[in-house]
């Protein structure tokens, strides 16, 4: 406990803000993908999957490019004036995303949102930078992906209780970013970090024309750059986490049993998160990461902070990859559950420590620029995970294709007009089973649990290709 002693108050702070503002985005970010696919019935937008990954793949992807620039943008004109301006974004995105029905109007807005969250990224993981030591840092890092997943666990827990109304959603996030107002009022720029005299400020196209300059003294370090694409890897199979397992589990796990166990001891809970009796909700059991990662961060932190980054994150990459690979191995909601975990605790040792590995490496005057590469590999992930969710994911376990080849397959005649539910009703109709055993039946005639061997390929060799790293060229460079 005395280590937390060592924290400033702005540490404490710029935690706080991250948690409302991880509170307002993983509010409707864990409902997004189903609120993009579901059937009109359910009160979405009944997007294909390839729509859905279109806007989910180049939307968060280019929210976590632009902080490469917006992070130099904080460095010179304050951190305080920024998070300002990030806040009304936030709040006039949120507020205009139920307005629009179309992919074009959706995704435009959500660009408009993505560009308020990627001002505000690189300066709070800046200013945990700047507010840590090398003796602080392990734990600092630690607390602060705590409560990102603080905030990521209430904010769906909260918004899901409007899920039958997602206008509600977009409002309660818009809400919830808005206390960052108030906190606001006790921030402090940290050390090195002050605003610019008028006097001596440079045009905004000599500012970015700088911010490339700096670029390219990064692009000169082949190290780094091999890093950032090996990391992007792993984050392309960790966004599945929102990309795809929100949609599987709801088109093909059972939860059943989850519901039962909750019905019969927190009965308060199947009345919160079950449209419909013995179904939980997919967000509610997804949401199962942020609740291990609360309760486990310090631990896992304390283990792991006296190891290398780099033989950390190894570790919780490989971790990662079993763990979410078999979350779409099996129907069965418990061992969904436990595959989350096992996920959970390769994120816990792993995901915290990329940051921390690239605070270190950082010039103390360029703190937020550097973290805005630490979302590079995000970005290109963001992207890959786009297609992963997209077409991969369509070829091999979309239900709504399925459930289609299944008609064709067996010659069955179904009405036109038809929302995605009323479909799948009718061919169980003339196929004479119930929702359930239609279900398993196609999941026996079509394996979408083939899914996993996808996922499990690519964490695993963003495992193997990290370690050879660690063993070759950062052993070199740190040999130097």
Same mark, same amino acid.
């Given at each position: ?5 060592? =924290? !400033? $108050? ?6 706080g ?5 991880r509170w ?11 609120y ?9 937008l $009944?997007?294909?999957?390839?729509q ?19 992070g ?7 951190y ?16 205009m995303?139920?307005l ?7 995704f ?11 001002l505000f990224? !690189? ?10 030591t090398?003796?602080t ?6 607390? =602060?992906?705590?409560?990102?997943n ?6 769906p827990?909260?918004?899901l209780?409007?899920k039958?109304?997602? $206008? +509600? ?7 919830i ?11 402090? *720029? ?5 605003e ?22 990064i692009?000169?370090d !082949?190290?780094?750059?091999?890093f950032?694409?090996i ?10 986490l ?24 927190? !009965?308060?809970v ?24 609360i309760?486990?961060?310090?631990v ?14 190894? +570790? ?13 191995a ?8 436990v595959?989350?975990?096992?996920f959970?605790?390769? *994120?816990?040792?792993g995901?915290?420590k &990329? ?16 973290m ?11 992207l ?9 994911? *369509? ?8 459930v ?5 397959d067996?010659?069955? $005649?179904?009405? *036109? ?6 479909? =799948? ?9 119930t929702?359930q ?6 999941w ?10 996808? &996922?499990?390929?690519i ?6 290709l990290?370690?050879i790293?660690?063993?070759t &060229? ?7």
């Open positions: 406990m005395n280590i937390l002693k060592k =924290f !400033p $108050q702005t540490f404490w702070v710029a935690n803000i991250e948690l409302f503002e307002a985005w993983y509010g409707f970010y864990m409902l997004f993908a189903n993009l696919t579901g059937s009109f019935d359910d009160g979405g $009944q997007f294909s999957n390839n859905k990954a279109l806007i989910m793949g180049i939307g968060t992807g280019i929210l976590y490019f632009l902080p490469v620039l917006t130099a943008i904080a460095d010179r004109y304050g305080k004036k920024i998070l300002i301006i990030s806040f009304i974004i936030y709040i006039s995105a949120f507020l995303l139920p629009f029905t179309s992919v074009a109007g959706v435009f807005i959500f660009i408009y949102l993505a560009i308020g969250a990627a990224k !690189p300066i709070i993981s800046a200013t945990i930078a700047k507010t840590t090398d003796e840092a392990s734990i600092g890092f630690g607390i =602060f992906y705590m409560m990102v603080v905030g990521a666990f209430f904010g827990l909260v918004t209780l409007f039958g109304d997602f $206008q +509600s959603v977009f409002y309660v996030s818009a809400a970013i808005s206390l960052n107002f108030i906190m606001l009022l006790f921030y402090k *720029e940290p050390k090195q970090v002050k610019v005299a008028d006097s001596e400020k440079k045009s905004l196209g000599a500012t970015f024309k700088e911010i490339f300059l700096n670029m390219g003294s692009v000169k !082949p190290s780094f750059i091999v950032l694409i990391v992007s890897a792993f984050w392309a199979m960790y966004n599945q929102f990309f795809t397992l929100p949609v599987f589990i709801t088109q093909w796990v059972d939860t059943s049993e989850i519901y039962s166990f909750f019905a019969v001891y927190m !009965p308060i199947t009345e919160k998160y079950s449209l419909t009796p013995g179904v939980m909700d997919s967000e509610f059991i997804v949401n199962f990461d942020a609740m291990y990662i309760l486990f961060q310090v896992v932190s304390s283990i792991v902070m006296k190891m290398r980054p780099l033989n950390s994150m190894v +570790s919780g990459f490989f971790v990662c990859s079993i763990g979410m690979a078999l979350t779409m099996s129907q069965s909601g418990v061992f969904t559950l595959a989350i975990f096992i959970a605790l390769g *994120e816990m040792a995901s915290p &990329i940051t921390e590995y690239i605070g270190r490496i950082a010039p103390a005057d360029k703190k937020a620029l550097y805005g590469y630490s979302f590079i590999p995000v970005f290109l992930g963001n890959m995970a786009g297609v992963i969710s997209g077409p991969v994911y *369509e070829q091999l376990s979309d239900k709504v294709l399925i289609k080849r299944f008609a064709s067996n010659g069955l $005649q179904i009405e *036109e007009g038809l929302t995605n539910n009323e479909y =799948f009703a009718a061919v169980a109709q003339q196929s004479d089973l929702a055993q239609l279900t398993n039946l196609l026996d005639t079509y394996n979408p649990s083939n899914m996993w061997y996808v &996922i499990l390929s964490g695993l060799l963003a495992t193997l990290l370690f790293y660690d063993r &060229i950062a052993k070199k460079k740190t040999t130097k």
